[in-house]
């Protein structure tokens, strides 16, 4: 069967440069995920650092090398092109995308998170998708991890009772983090945030954006608490799901979680206390991004249904733009998902 033809644009971290880094699991990277896939030929990667052409050439032979998306496109390596990744920081992504759509490269763009830098661009890139009839399906990574994807069938059968509350520690930015942090909430709980308070806010790396310490409440009552912490000291990733029946842990960004029931307390008759009863890890060794590859390959094979859409990309943003305007407000702000 001939193969689907990949071309990543952006070879930083996520684009390629993470499987130089010895303590990452292979493959995590979007160009070592297309050159292990079965499923596809990585054709062509741009970059504007030339520098980042030596390292493609560390694992990958045959991938050819450019600067820009037009050097690609006067070569002849870009008519074809199935799917696209966009591997560029945030700021770049809407004019890339546009640029993608408009010069018809790719049936499907494969972009990073967030997919633009706010709700307006956002919007923009909806219209495109209609006007062009492409693909867009945004990397929020956690989406094709399997652990993490069972979390959500586990709160939504209420296996441990009913959610009555969420505490999230998180580093690196409402926008960065929180693309992540919002659509995790929202997988787990099938539920939108409805309003947010910020109250505090934090020292990040990840600045000019914001590192909020924040209240929220669930359109299903559930209420929450975010603790921002300063990454300059550690970085964190962290949620705890208080259910009537017992406790959900996410630890270690993902790669724990643990599962607590409740019992009579060891201690005091009359009282009940948690107690571990499960505990899935090294969760983030399921290759995320090797998953979500296969996933692209199957949905242009059989038409299988995506596990993240251009929604899920969007709604976080959403969260994010209110956050800033309770900041600024000092005062509760209902999320605008219009
Ligand atoms: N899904 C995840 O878990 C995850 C993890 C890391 C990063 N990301 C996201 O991926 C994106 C990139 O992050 P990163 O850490 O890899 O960034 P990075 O700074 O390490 O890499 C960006 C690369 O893009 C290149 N570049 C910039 N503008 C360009 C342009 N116009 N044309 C061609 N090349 C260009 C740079 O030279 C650089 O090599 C961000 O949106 C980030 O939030 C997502």
Same mark, same amino acid.
């Given at each position: 069967m001939s193969k689907y033809k990949a071309a990543v644009i952006g070879l930083g971290n996520i684009g390629l440069?993470? #499987?130089? %880094? !010895?303590? &990452? /699991?292979?493959?995590?990277s979007h160009s070592l995920a297309y050159t292990d896939? %079965? /499923?596809? %030929?990585?054709?062509f990667c741009v970059d504007? %650092?030339?520098?980042k052409g030596k390292w493609l050439n560390k694992i990958n032979h045959r991938a050819y090398f450019f600067r820009t998306i037009d050097e690609a496109i006067k070569c002849g390596?870009?008519? #074809?092109? #199935?799917v696209v990744s966009v591997c560029t920081p945030p700021d770049t992504h809407f004019c890339i995308l546009s640029e993608l759509l408009e010069k018809k490269i790719g049936k499907v763009v494969f972009c990073e998170k967030?997919? +633009?830098?706010n709700s307006k661009e956002a919007k923009k890139i909806k219209e495109m998708v209609e006007q062009y009839n492409v693909k867009i399906i945004p990397n929020?990574? &956690? &989406?094709? /991890?399997v652990g993490l994807r069972k979390v959500k069938d586990t709160v939504q059968n209420q296996r441990y009772g009913k959610l009555e509350k969420i505490n999230v520690r998180y580093t690196r930015g409402i926008y960065n983090t929180g693309s992540h942090l919002f659509d995790i909430l929202e997988m787990w709980?099938?539920? !939108?945030?409805e309003s947010v308070e910020a109250l505090d806010k934090t020292i990040t790396t990840a600045e000019p954006e914001p590192t909020f310490s924040f209240f929220f409440k669930m359109r299903n009552g559930v209420t929450g608490y975010a603790e921002a912490i300063n990454d300059e000291q550690y970085y964190m990733f962290e949620i705890d799901m208080f259910l009537t029946d017992g406790k959900i842990e996410m630890r270690n960004s993902g790669d724990d979680v643990r599962y607590f029931s409740r019992t009579s307390h060891h201690l005091f008759g009359d009282f009940m206390e948690l107690k571990e009863v499960a505990h899935d890890g /090294?969760?983030? +060794? #399921?290759s995320c991004i090797m998953n979500a590859v296969d996933n692209i390959s199957g949905w242009l094979k059989n038409g299988d249904s995506v596990l993240c859409s251009l929604e899920n990309a969007i709604k976080p943003l959403y969260i994010a733009e209110a956050l800033e305007k309770s900041f600024n407000l000092k005062q509760v702000v209902k999320v605008n998902y219009e």
């Open positions: 440069m993470y #499987d130089f %880094d !010895e303590k &990452r /699991n292979h493959p995590s896939s %079965d /499923n596809f %030929d990585l054709v504007s %650092d030339v520098e390596y870009a008519n #074809d092109i #199935d967030p997919i +633009a830098l929020i990574s &956690r &989406r094709w /991890n709980t099938g539920t !939108e945030i /090294n969760l983030l +060794a #399921d």
